[in-house]
């Protein structure tokens, strides 16, 4: 292979992760969540609404509370963890107070552990937002308020509206929209809580490959130098 089509072939690969469809099912098309998975402002926002609304029905036990210390993108103190954990170890995940025999009576499902959930999902964020901001009323009127989403499979989804985004007053839709795309970086970032650490190791690593392709190519053109072409 000539070395513009392995280069082309390469660059065709490093977009492919990005080409991966942003539809959540038969040609919805998702919202778009500003998020990023490295501002610690957004991410303990994200936080915030977990713990305050997410955690009453979902857990993310893939979490620690030494986690929400220990990783820089969270850093909150020993005091805020202590805070947020009462009498839970610093050791145990995230997890909810309902049992599942509770929420399965309650809503008929029980509520998915979200600690992998932007990954498990299509459009990861942004799916976790437009869900959110998605409850509407049925225009065919079959699904009761509350249970029709319109980014949901089969428009009828088992969680009760968490943000009262149905009906909402026109004046709190940016604070909600906020809400939920910092719970979308949240949930984002704990699905992979390495991969701010890993892109910068990427960096270098692909940096220092350069440097090292330049020097070799240097000494292969010194070392081929004085040998004739026949
Ligand atoms: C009152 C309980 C309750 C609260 C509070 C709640 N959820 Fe849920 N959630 C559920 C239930 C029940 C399901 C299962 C829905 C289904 O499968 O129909 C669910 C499902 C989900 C799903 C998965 C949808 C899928 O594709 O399977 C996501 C994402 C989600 N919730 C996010 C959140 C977030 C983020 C919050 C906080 C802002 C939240 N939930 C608050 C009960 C709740």
Redesign the pocket.
Known sequence: MKLKQLLIAMGALAVLPFAQSAMAHEGVELKHAEVDVTSQEQIRRGLT??TD??M???SATYVSYKGLMDYPEIALTREEVDDLREDHAMTEGLRTELSAED?AAS?G?V??D?SL?TSA?HGGPNY?YS??TGFEHDPDGRIPDGNFNEY?KGNR????D??SWLDHDEADTAQLEQDAQD?AAF?AFIADPHQNQRRVIGCWVMGFLLLLTLVLWRLKVEVWKDVKKH
């Open positions: 609404v977990f609304v997410c009453g029905c979902h929420a809503y499902k509520p998915p979200l959930i999902r976790v869900i959110l949901f989804i088992a969680m009760p968490p943000l719970v949930l």
